[in-house]
């Protein structure tokens, strides 16, 4: 079943080039590469973010069949510390974010054991918390662990992110029709936690991250990334760079860029600039103005997004295209 998800993917990415070969040429002055993964054992960088309190560190982990271990790593590319998070599963573990403890200001970083190729294999999916490390050295950290399931039914995900105003945490489905779900404001250890769709994400959506002053989010996609205000309306579509295969996402500290990469060893990763409508001194406060009750608790959480563009539904009919031909030509096969 594993060679056949793989064989399926690899037939929807080989399609989708297809069609973005005709797109627009990705503006080159707005992107630079910022490094390059040096790091032998860093394989399927699946999740990136940028640390809350350290500067110029990042953090990034591989996808499935890894150990539950994740890299921090310098602006030269280079590990500077590896650390293990203790007692945890990492089935398939698709995505991290970082914020800081409102409490104390030390920085949090989630870890999303959240992939399901299979949409019900899992009967529960799980987000570890991790107190970030005061210093940079190899060590085994202990973690939080949060059970979650879906209200409307077990799905593939693929991105998390954290609202840094509100700490509420989000997960964003990796779908056709992709959604973005709102876990509840107090996370229980003691229970599963229900999480309840709350907008719309675009198709295939590969990572999502919340800007670091919380007046905006990003979801990426493959092949490009939007931003959104928290209430879910589109700000802005942000092209990126051709990767191998685009599985990351993270704002800059300074909330003005945006930072993707790639799996793949010696993967690189890009620093990519906003466009002027999304960068902070041009969005809005992330604390709604007060109207009625009701008003503000629709702003505080992602409202359905916009529709699918003519070029999203290009994509998507290749997509479909491309899976119905590999899994024909597998079912053929295997007779």
């Not at 953090?59 to 590990?79: E, K």
């Not at 250890?189 to 919380?214: C, E, F, Q």
């Not at 999203?312 to 899976?323: F, H, M, P, Q, S």
Request: aromatic share 8%; hydrophobic share 40%.
């Amino acid at each position: 079943m594993g060679d056949l998800l793989q064989r399926t993917t690899a037939g929807v990415i080989a399609v989708f080039a297809v069609f973005m070969a005709a797109s627009p040429a990705f503006a080159e002055d707005s992107e630079k590469k910022l490094f390059t993964f040096k790091d032998p054992r860093i394989t399927e960088s699946s999740g990136l973010a940028v640390s809350p309190t350290l500067e110029g560190v990042f953090y990034t982990h591989n996808d499935s069949s890894a150990a539950p271990t994740f890299y921090a790593v310098g602006t030269d590319g280079r590990t500077r510390a590896t650390f293990r998070v203790q007692g945890a599963q990492a089935r398939d573990w698709e995505a991290m974010a970082a914020s800081k403890d409102p409490a104390t200001g030390r920085g949090l970083l989630w870890f999303a054991d959240i992939g399901d190729n299979l949409n019900g294999a899992w009967p529960d999916v799980s987000v570890y918390k991790v107190m970030e490390p005061s210093s940079l050295r190899n060590a085994t950290l202990s973690a939080v662990r949060y059970r979650f399931r879906y209200a409307d039914g077990a799905r593939n995900a693929e991105g998390i992110m954290v609202n840094p105003v509100t700490g509420r945490l989000f997960v964003v489905s990796k779908e056709f029709s992709g959604s973005v779900y709102q876990a509840p404001k107090k996370l229980r250890t003691d229970r599963v936690n229900v999480l309840r769709k709350v907008g719309a994400a675009p198709i295939m959506a590969t990572d999502a991250a919340y800007a670091p002053d919380g007046t905006s989010y990003v979801i990426r996609t493959y092949f490009s990334a939007t931003v959104y205000r928290p209430s879910g309306e589109s700000i802005a579509k942000v092209s990126m760079p051709e990767l191998k295969q685009a599985e990351s996402i993270a704002y800059t500290s300074d909330g003005k860029s945006l930072l993707t990469g790639s799996e793949g060893v010696r993967s690189p990763v890009y620093q990519v600039a906003l466009p002027a409508a999304a960068l902070p001194s041009t969005r809005p406060s992330s604390s709604p103005t007060p109207r009625s009750k009701a008003a503000a608790s629709s702003s505080a959480r992602p409202a359905p997004a916009e529709g699918l563009s003519p070029r999203d539904v290009l994509i998507w009919l290749a997509a479909a295209v491309g899976a119905t031909g590999v899994i024909a030509l597998v079912a053929r096969r295997t007779r």
